[in-house]
């Protein structure tokens, strides 16, 4: 259960602040989850509703590799609640159920596309080790663009955040079938 109260309706916003909720609501079509955590402090969730626009909207990234960089970070920061609403985009968007299965369950990821494992790969290591090996940036490079790798980091990073949200204030998966399991790392 969620810790704090959630802004799940309008009306629970001053007067001078339901913009705010129009806006999530025009964008989104609902207000659920991070963003109604983050609407009990003014300004919050305008500022994060315009990055996550911006990683969307006309982005050279498909929107089938943004859902697995989102499922990838779920996964690796352990967060349910992002597991079981990013699945059923990641599905709609054409992710195919290998990289999902691999994103579920930090599988190896050779057996993906180039580009599915491109994602799973860049996340692993920005999510374990905070950093990206030479490598695998120069690779990243020459196969997608200076453009392509912006916009997937901004992405992991962007709901390395949202997964905090999540996790700290003990937002509950959506239900459904395909929940992410529990784990533990060894920290």
């Known amino acids: 259960m969620t810790r704090i109260e959630p802004v799940t309706d309008r009306s629970q916003l001053p007067p001078e602040r339901q913009h705010e909720w129009d806006a999530i609501f025009a964008q989104r079509g609902r207000v659920r989850g991070p963003f109604a955590v983050m609407l009990n402090s003014p300004g919050l969730a305008m500022g994060f509703l315009e990055s996550v626009q911006r990683t969307h909207d006309d982005s050279i990234v498909s929107q089938a590799l943004h859902e697995l960089a989102i499922l990838a970070v779920a996964y690796e920061d352990e967060a349910p609640y992002q597991w079981s609403v990013h699945v059923p985009a990641g599905r709609a968007a054409g992710l195919s159920d290998a990289a999902i299965e691999v994103a579920r369950t930090g599988a190896n990821s050779s057996a993906l596309d ?61 239900a459904g079938d395909d929940q992410l399991p529990a784990r533990r790392r060894p920290r």
Do not use: K
């Not at 920005?126 to 090996?133: E, F, G, I």
């Not at 997608?144 to 790798?149: K, P, R």
């Open 114 to 174: 180039d580009d599915e494992r491109d994602v799973i790969e860049l996340c692993r290591q920005l999510c374990r080790t905070n950093r990206v090996d030479q490598a695998t940036f120069d690779s990243l490079m020459a196969r997608h663009g200076q453009q392509w790798l912006v916009l997937v980091v901004a992405t992991i990073g962007l709901y390395r955040y949202v997964a905090a949200f999540n996790n700290a204030f003990d937002l509950d998966p959506v």
